[in-house]
């Protein structure tokens, strides 16, 4: 079972409604979690970083938020575009005893936007 | 674009060739790192590169051999690889390894072993 596990696989929403996508993650203790943006065919592009003691940031449309007691993350997209269709990744950092890097990815989550 | 880019974009090999990625970064970082993203699989964490000494290895396969001459390029030597082998390869670098560093990906290698 993935340390990180991302909800739903996919989902189509119409073009301008908003959206909501979950990352549950079990790694503990962690440095910071991030969401990443992955259009088809290209490498991620980083939306939020999240320290454990934050629990919101946003960039422009998109949101995120952090319970660190619950363990879960969200990323809220707001207005939402055909632009915004996409895979989003939900990445945890643990905080590792040896002081190496680390990351850990969840699956993804396959957004569709239609218009 | 990122600052980072990969080539070739896309390549095709047998079993037995021998093939070599190439990465290189224009953001005067000095990590680099190589990801395998297989299909409807989560990213994983292949090489860590700092100031070109390398710090992590997860348990890659000896067919997979990477080189870094320096702190903006980077490399993954392929041989004897597996149809199994077959994903995207994405490089990416961040200012130092620390976990707080923004991580910044190239657009990725399609691998395809046949």
């Known amino acids: 079972k993935n340390q990180v596990e991302q909800s739903p696989q996919s989902l189509i929403i119409l073009e301008g409604k908003n959206c909501t996508l979950q990352?549950?993650?079990?790694?503990?203790?962690?440095?910071?979690l991030r969401w990443y943006k992955q259009d088809t065919g290209r490498g991620p592009v980083s939306l939020t970083i999240?320290?454990?003691?934050?629990n919101t940031k946003s960039n422009g449309r998109y949101t995120a938020t952090l319970d660190a007691d619950t363990k879960q993350s969200s990323l809220h997209i707001t207005a939402s575009q055909l632009s915004d269709s996409a895979s989003y990744i939900c990445v945890v950092i643990p905080v590792t005893a040896t002081g190496g890097f680390k990351t850990i990815f969840g699956a993804g989550t396959r957004l569709f936007v239609k218009a | 674009e990122t600052g980072v880019t990969q080539t070739p974009r896309h390549l095709v090999m047998g079993m037995t060739n021998k093939k070599s990625l190439k990465c290189e970064q224009h953001?005067?970082?000095?990590?680099m790192y190589w990801y395998k993203q297989s299909a409807k699989k989560p990213l994983e964490l292949m090489f860590v590169y700092n100031f070109k000494e390398q710090t992590e290895n997860n348990s890659v396969p000896s067919r997979f051999s990477p080189e870094c001459p320096n702190s903006s390029h980077l490399f993954l030597h392929l041989h004897t690889l597996q149809p199994e082998d077959s994903a995207l390869y994405l490089c990416?670098?961040?200012?130092?390894?620390?976990?707080?560093?923004?991580?910044?990906f190239g657009p990725g290698t399609r691998l395809t072993v046949t």
């Open positions: 990416a670098s961040s200012l130092r390894t620390s976990e707080t560093y923004e991580q910044y």
């Open positions: 953001l005067g970082h000095n990590a």
């Open positions: 990352c549950n993650y079990t790694v503990s203790p962690f440095s910071n």
């Open positions: 999240m320290t454990f003691s934050e």
